[in-house]
């Protein structure tokens, strides 16, 4: 069953492309959209976060806001793809073993989907973007395939996913502190300070609070401000989402997301010193109202990362999801940035 769509924001000439395409990746068929008026534009790859949340992903066709940035300009500029990641939205199949279901998968994936893109547009390069959970596959690659990227950009970079859960953590408790929430200071006094290794349970139940205290999102008082609304109504005003592929996206993709090797995956890497240099150049994107990816960090990391050039903005009105006005300033740092980069 196919839902209700909206306008589409923008079409693509005839010239362009606008389509989205089926591929075999790592034994799982995945599906990949692919937007540019031009043919001969770079390639700008984006991962999106999660897992099991695909936006920006096959669902975004058309569509300008997508997030954490708008996309009406950057497809007259770039060859756009977006991807749905093994397990979720259009590259969903009750078939994936939920043993495939770990963070090297996921790279060795995506690497993939760089290769496919690359011969199909007879291109040396591209530029490869990520959003939070997105940017654990994204700084792997950068650091694995430098050859093969222009570029690396993170909206929300993770640097490391303990430290980082330890700070919403106490943002949380202060929080339930303030609203005295008797059964958030319980629920989490009794299932205490992260790491989480024993269960998907017990980090469950802090998102479940994040959720609810919307770490994600930042009111501006207008209406551009980003919400969990949008967020799903993307995926819902999809001309190409099935109601399954929004369940799928929701729910079963992020229950099949979880597994135990997933959950030790994140609880152990350490950005800082696992990839410590880039021989790429490197664009950090964070909003400066953040309350789920802790700014505290990127900007630590970014101090010490020794890349070729390294640049860092801070989105006055957003946290995780990114406000509309924030959006269309991504956009256009997107193009001023990447497109010299391409040309050198």
């Not at 991807?83 to 770990?102: A, C, L, N, V, Y």
């Not at 959970?133 to 395939?145: D, E, H």
């Not at 006055?316 to 940035?337: G, M, P, V, Y």
């Amino acid at each position: 069953m196919k839902l209700l769509s909206k306008k589409a924001d923008f079409t693509i000439s005839k010239k362009g492309i606008s389509s989205i395409e089926s591929l075999m990746i790592g034994g799982v068929r995945q599906s990949i959209l692919i937007q540019t008026e031009d043919l001969a534009n770079p390639i700008l790859f984006m991962l999106h976060g999660g897992p099991s949340m695909p936006v920006p992903g096959v669902s975004s066709r058309g569509r300008d806001y997508a997030l954490v940035t708008c996309t009406k300009q950057l497809v007259k500029h770039f060859t756009l793809v977006f991807w749905d990641q093994r397990g979720t939205g259009k590259s969903f199949s009750k078939h994936i073993s939920k043993e495939t279901m770990h963070l090297n998968q996921f790279i060795n994936d995506a690497n993939d989907v760089i290769d496919y893109l690359l011969q199909r547009f007879n291109q040396p390069k591209l530029h490869l973007l990520a959003h939070s959970w997105g940017t654990v596959i994204g700084l792997s690659l950068a650091k694995q395939i430098p050859e093969k990227l222009y570029s690396y950009t993170a909206f929300s970079q993770i640097t490391n996913w303990v430290e980082n859960d330890k700070l919403c953590y106490q943002w949380l408790l202060e929080r339930a502190k303030e609203t005295n929430n008797q059964k958030a200071i319980r629920e989490l006094t009794e299932v205490g300070e992260p790491p989480y290794l024993e269960s998907f349970k017990q980090w469950g139940l802090m998102r479940k609070w994040l959720l609810k205290y919307k770490s994600m999102v930042y009111e501006a008082g207008d209406k551009g401000s980003a919400s969990y609304a949008k967020a799903a109504q993307i995926m819902i005003g999809s001309p190409d989402y099935s109601l399954k592929d929004v369940y799928h996206s929701l729910i079963s993709g992020f229950k099949l997301s979880y597994s135990d090797q997933m959950i030790d995956d994140l609880n152990t890497f350490d950005f800082f010193s696992e990839v410590p240099k880039l021989e790429i150049p490197v664009l950090f994107i964070h909003g400066g109202k953040e309350t789920h990816v802790w700014g505290e960090l990127v900007q630590k990391y970014f101090e010490q990362l020794d890349a070729p050039s390294k640049k860092i903005h801070w989105s006055k009105k957003s946290s995780h999801a990114f406000h509309l006005d924030d959006s269309k300033e991504n956009e256009q740092i997107l193009i001023e940035n990447l497109i010299p980069l391409t040309r050198q």
